[in-house]
């Protein structure tokens, strides 16, 4: 299992990833309610962090998705 560090190091990899690479993306993700904690003061632990992780690739894995069919259709 990942512990924390690795799990941050990861978050801010990918983060970097979609800022470079789909500047597009990166924009609308505080306007993402996958990517917004639900409570006002949210209790960020391991689990917390790792779900969230998954919503990042799952955001771009479906972003890159649409890009490809949009692409098709032109």
């Keep these: ?5 690795n799990i941050l190091t ?6 970097l990833n979609i800022e470079t ?10 306007e993402n309610p996958m990517t917004l904690p639900v409570s006002q003061h949210p209790h960020l632990d391991k689990v917390v962090m790792e779900e969230y992780l998954t ?11 649409e890009e490809k069919i949009k ?3 032109k």
């Design 21 to 30: 690479n789909y500047p597009e993306l990166y924009r609308s993700l505080d």
């Design 1 to 5: 299992m990942k512990s924390l560090q």
């Design 55 to 65: 919503g990042l690739k799952e955001l771009l894995e479906h972003y890159v998705e």
């Design 10 to 15: 990861e978050i801010s990899a990918l983060t």
């Design 71 to 73: 692409n098709k259709l």
